[in-house]
């Protein structure tokens, strides 16, 4: 379920925005508990409420006193602009480094993806 | 702590200790150990065999007296204790039991566990498969250890100790040790110290873990910062020494013209740009590896 490369908290916090993003949880929908996400998980309470608190700094969930935790309205725009300003740097950037090293073409590269955009086009 | 206002409130501090000493004839098991537990958290206690582990939690749970240093559960020198019992509980590896049978037992805590839970140990014998009418001496190693966490878990003690108690379970009866230890604690939270050297299984039940070595403790931090402080770095060998001076480095290994060395310091942003600057390579170690590294490099010198 969890690597143990990295800590577990932030694997939670990256499980909880990959939901929103995909939309498994809605804006206004209720988060599960850190309880729930302890004994559902097997993992200390006290990690699991630390990964939900990263996403409360971030403004992407809130808490509702005596309630719970929730999606927070404009969550899912929130982490979509984090996605688009990482993706050249993090996705693109590397890719292009490795096409050079190994010698592909960026019009290779760039042919290529017209191709699959095409294929999936056909298909629907 | 102020200790004129500290007498009708409870402590915050759940165990004190400091200065441990305990020794067994010459043999020195703890030395110069002090550390302060936090109440209702969980606590991993990792350490390799002999290295004072079970002598902690011994002190701790009563079974036997520090020969210097103080300790102190709830406040109270925990061998002046007459109540005790009703506190701490200390589960052993598994042959620690009387010759019974399992029901006579469990009879047997519940007279003197005051917050026993007839209804959890019930559970558990369903879960753990235990038969209940059976001598505990005719029982597998992983049977009696299984019945050695139901014990610990039904009494439910502000202060609740395993010391290797998952030994010969198999792994489907220690996930379900780890399952139902978390759900009695989110319900009813309270301290538990789990010693073991199943680091990467039981790691991430912790919160804080300690580690004991040659009678000391060498480290206490929480799991997370652990897991962020081994770091490991690799690239061509003079570039890694140049990067590693003035880190405390763990361990090397060198494979033609390329080194990596393990390295034990909380890595900044800044270190990360600079070593991907210089070409080198950071990795992250696992905790078990970063345990194996802590516990078996040599004495370091004093000067």
Known sequence: ?124 | MNPGTSVHEQPENLVEVDDLRVSYGDVTALEGVSLTLEANKIYGLIGRNGSGKTSLLSVLAAFRRADAGTVRVEGRDPYEDADIVSRVCLIRESGDLPAAKIRQIIGLYRELRPNWDQELADRLLRRFDLPAGRNVSKLSRGMKSAFGCLLGLASRAPLTMFDESYLGMDAPARYIFIEELLRDYVEYPRTFIVSTHLIEEFGRLFEEVLIVDKGRLIVHDTVDSLRERGVSISGPAELVDRFAMGLDVLGEQVLGPTKQVTVYSHPTDDLRRQAKAAGLELGTLPLQDLFVHLTTRPERNPS
């Open chain 1, 1 to 124: 379920m969890f690597d143990d490369r990295t800590p577990i908290y932030q694997q939670i916090a990256a499980r909880l925005k990959q939901d929103i993003l995909d939309g498994t949880l809605a804006e206004g929908d209720q988060v599960m508990s850190t309880n729930q996400y302890a004994t559902y998980y097997r993992i200390n309470p006290a990690t699991a409420a630390k990964g939900v608190h990263q996403l409360v700094e971030e403004g992407v969930l809130h808490k509702r006193r005596g309630l719970g935790m929730y999606v927070t309205e404009g969550a899912r725009e929130k982490l979509l602009a984090q996605r688009r300003d990482r993706f050249f740097t993090e996705m693109v950037e590397p890719m292009a480094a490795e096409a050079s090293l190994i010698g592909v073409p960026l019009a290779d590269v760039v042919r290529h993806l017209e191709e699959l955009e095409n294929q999936k086009r056909r298909m629907r």
